[in-house]
Nanobody, 123 residues
Framework: QVQLEESGGGLVQTGGSLRLSCAASGRTFSVMGWFRQAPGKGREFVAA????????AYAGSVKGRFTASRDNAKNTVHLQMNSLKPEDTAVYYCAARSQSLDMSILPTAYDYWGQGTQVTVSS
């Protein structure tokens, strides 16, 4: 059974840091991605990593503050979030593509999703 399980969310003050992790099981994946969804808004692209983790892509709103990484030996991806802002508050989701190598920013391009983890940044 294929599963993606996020962890590491929580409550942090403005300017603080959090590190999210996503443990994948059941198979390996080509592209891995992070998305987020704030209340009343659509699911938004945050970051994507290539199969080997060498190539990354970030949304403009998080570039320079967030760093995505991938440990293929452990089938795990991480999202280090620094200098957090209240507008980063959202449920964060890990996502995976089964075949394509395209680091898409579209949620519909991803085949598997985790259950999400809440990140709340207080002002």
């Amino acid at each position: 059974q294929v599963q993606l399980e996020e962890s590491g969310g929580g409550l942090v003050q403005t300017g603080g840091s959090l590190r999210l992790s996503c443990a994948a099981s059941g198979r390996t994946f080509s592209v891995m991605g992070w998305f987020r969804q704030a209340p009343g808004k659509g699911r938004e692209f945050v970051a994507a990593l290539s199969r080997g983790g060498i190539n990354t892509a970030y949304a403009g709103s998080v570039k320079g503050r967030f760093t995505a990484s991938r440990d293929n030996a452990k089938n795990t991806v991480h999202l280090q979030m620094n200098s957090l802002k209240p507008e980063d508050t959202a449920v964060y989701y890990c996502a995976a593509r089964s075949q394509s190598l395209d680091m898409s920013i579209l949620p519909t391009a991803y085949d598997y999703w985790g259950q999400g983890t809440q990140v709340t940044v207080s002002s």
